[in-house]
């Protein structure tokens, strides 16, 4: 542990023993909402019964800063069931963070941070629902501050992943940018990312997360992304894509470098077989799928990656979710297109890229804000630091909680 | 009608009455066998009955040159159901093209030019069921050897479209190289074209034709390629895909230039409903399908395109297929990744350019080739002219063939 400096305003007590202070943020997006938020103590019920330990409140640290330990959560919802998701704020009074204790604002004047583009379509719909506004970020602009952030701060952040092995990278805070941060989410966006707050979009693709997730279901029936991604692991692939040794007739096309086991055509062998949809295993579609889609996320990624020069490659989004097949197929097709010259990085926060940002966002207003700004700003949160025992988002269910250790310096 | 000159070797005797002279290429893929051949007279029942004229035998033309009129035939098989086109062969007695009033050589001597995987796969079975060997011709080299004679030797052949609107493109022969081919077969290759047999493969996608195809016939049950193609022209693939006023609440995200309308995830809103697949008109996931593909291609052609400093991008192959649709989803991808710089270009004949180039072959060898190559070239033929009369490759059903009137001049 390592904890760093932050700057906590005067309007929250962190002193208070036994304070919770929660602190909300949200990022909607096409498939999914994620949620990022603090509290300084553990709700006993959940998370004491899965960590085994209990850490409340605040204890002093270093350089005269008390030091706020708590957890940050990561929560996501599928969007088609948002209700859950208001539900599961109204019923933990997550809205309210910070201020169970202290004088809250009117409700009418409470801010949440959102970004995605359902912080537009839904902003209604938390009005009426939990009587709080959504203060709406910029989707790209918290993408770019969640992952600048953790590649800064968070010790093994940064990782690459071929033939099923992980390496962490170190990275030299002065040598980060430029590079193409791929984010998958329902669809695909690439952004040459120049320095703090200074990137554009250069490029995407609408063959993403959603892509996966819609066609997975139509053709599997699975009831989640995150059952369809554990069915693909079990798959095999070659059942339905056609090979290059298929057309070949077992051989490579070495003329022009395609070996025999390349893929030619995703999904080629479904029309010359006499099959029909049921006759295939779900697991073969799955794996189908996802080889087709992340082979060519990897490749436009290259390719934009080349057209501006950057041999560094972050991949993010939920598509991804320290899944290592996903991973390992990215990686293989920047390796392929690139002959190896550009890699594939990963970040274990992948899934939370943009939420993390806008939950940063608290932080960035001057003193120029508005006072309902400021009244929502019961401490910023301007860095934290994840422990050895953080890993990969969850893998399991949708709607799962999964937390992490961290811990800020007040002023 | 303006003929172009051919030499014709002394193995053949053009000047018989009523010889019916054939020669046979195929291009054997992954999903479809592509045949050309020539006659110099017509098949009463089939071509006199559907162009109601008749023109036979040879007729002499200018600068003292025996003319060759005849048909150039176009036919398609799916590879699933060669045994259909290896009967047709027979029947037709194609593979001994020119010499049914010749001496013809054994047939365990004659060679027919073949490309495509097939030529390797399937080359022993032409052997056993027709007792003739597959002069394996490479792919690529066919590919490009049949788009550049196709430029360079027919009029009108190169032609742009733009919302329903085709414009032919008078190709300047010493601007033509370089450019960019894209072949849409089961699979899809890249090609940098330089010049006459100058090229090099760069890139290519899994995501092709055989991926429209396979897949498109999992989610829709359709029994051929080009009922799926059909299929497409009367769907709607908003009811399917996510647009990005999906997720933003019917506004654009103008801050990275993308209109509400613009496709965010392809088939992303088949994740949020509750349908399942046969709740889905079957036209509007072909249509999804069609827009998903071609968007693809157009945008990693282009990034190619870019990669090299290539202005044209020539889009060939099966998937295609004077396909409207797909040549304006493929055109409007060209158009916006490159900002009106770039622009897809068509082939009228675009679905036969391997075998056409494999066609070609026959004519390539020098004074150095085996006997065996010699005594299989009845006649030399180097180009063609295609008259007005000549449109796209069929839209119909498949092994629906399609010919073409043409002229050469025999020396």
Redesign the interface.
């Known amino acids: 542990m390592d904890p760093k400096e932050v700057e906590i305003p005067g309007n929250s007590d962190p002193n208070q023993p036994g304070g919770r202070i929660s602190h909300l943020a949200l990022d909607i997006?096409?498939?999914l909402i994620k949620m990022v938020y603090f509290s300084t103590n553990y709700d006993v019920d959940d998370e004491v019964g899965r960590s085994g330990k209990k850490s409340l409140g605040v204890s002093s640290g270093n350089r005269d800063h008390p030091v706020l330990k708590g957890r940050l959560h990561f929560v996501k919802f599928?969007?088609?069931k948002i209700n859950d998701c208001l539900e599961f704020i109204k019923t933990k009074q997550l809205h309210l963070g910070g201020y169970q204790h202290l004088e809250a604002p009117p409700i009418d004047k409470i801010i949440i941070k959102a970004t995605?583009?359902?912080a537009?379509?839904?902003?209604d719909l938390f009005k009426e629902k939990l009587g709080i506004s959504l203060d709406k970020e910029?989707?790209?602009n918290c993408l770019v501050g969640g992952v600048n952030f953790l590649l800064k701060a968070v010790h093994q952040e940064a990782f690459t992943y071929m033939d099923g092995q992980k390496e962490f990278v170190q990275i030299d805070h002065n040598d980060l940018y430029p590079y193409l941060l791929v984010n998958i989410?329902?669809?695909v966006?690439m952004l040459k990312v120049d320095g703090d707050g200074k990137f554009e979009?250069v490029?995407g693709?609408?063959?993403?997360?959603?892509?996966f997730?819609?066609?997975g279901?139509?053709?599997t029936?699975c009831k989640s992304?995150d059952e369809l991604l554990e069915l693909s692991h079990r798959g095999n692939n070659r059942v339905?894509?056609?090979l290059?040794g298929?057309?070949?007739?077992?051989?490579d096309?070495s003329?022009?470098?395609l070996s025999s086991t390349?893929?030619?055509?995703?999904?080629?062998?479904?029309?010359?077989?006499n099959k029909?949809?049921e006759d295939?295993r779900p697991e073969d579609?799955a794996r189908s799928l996802l080889r087709?889609i992340s082979?060519?996320i990897g490749?436009?990624s290259y390719?934009?990656a080349?057209?501006f020069g950057l041999k560094r490659i972050f991949f993010g989004g939920f598509f991804i979710q320290g899944h290592t097949y996903a991973m390992d197929t990215i990686s293989v097709a920047v390796h392929f297109?690139s002959k190896g010259e550009a890699k594939a990085m990963f970040s274990r926060h992948e899934g939370f890229l943009g939420a993390l940002g806008a939950f940063r966002s608290y932080d960035k207003h001057g003193p120029d804000d508005s006072l309902v700004h400021q009244s929502m700003r019961p401490f910023p949160f301007t860095s934290f630091l994840a422990g050895d025992k953080i890993c990969s988002p969850p893998n399991g269910e949708l709607n799962e909680t999964e937390s992490v250790d961290c811990s800020v310096y007040a002023s």
Chains 1, 2 share one sequence.
């Open positions: 997006g096409g498939s599928q969007t088609s995605g583009g359902g537009h379509k839904y902003a910029d989707e790209m989410g329902s669809g966006s979009r490029s693709t609408n063959v993403g997360g959603g892509t997730w819609g066609l279901r139509l053709l029936n992304f339905i894509d056609m290059v298929d057309i070949y007739g077992g051989m096309y003329k022009v470098g390349a893929i030619a055509s995703s999904f080629g062998k479904a029309i010359s077989d029909e949809l295939y579609l087709m082979n060519n490749q436009i390719l934009n080349l057209r297109w």
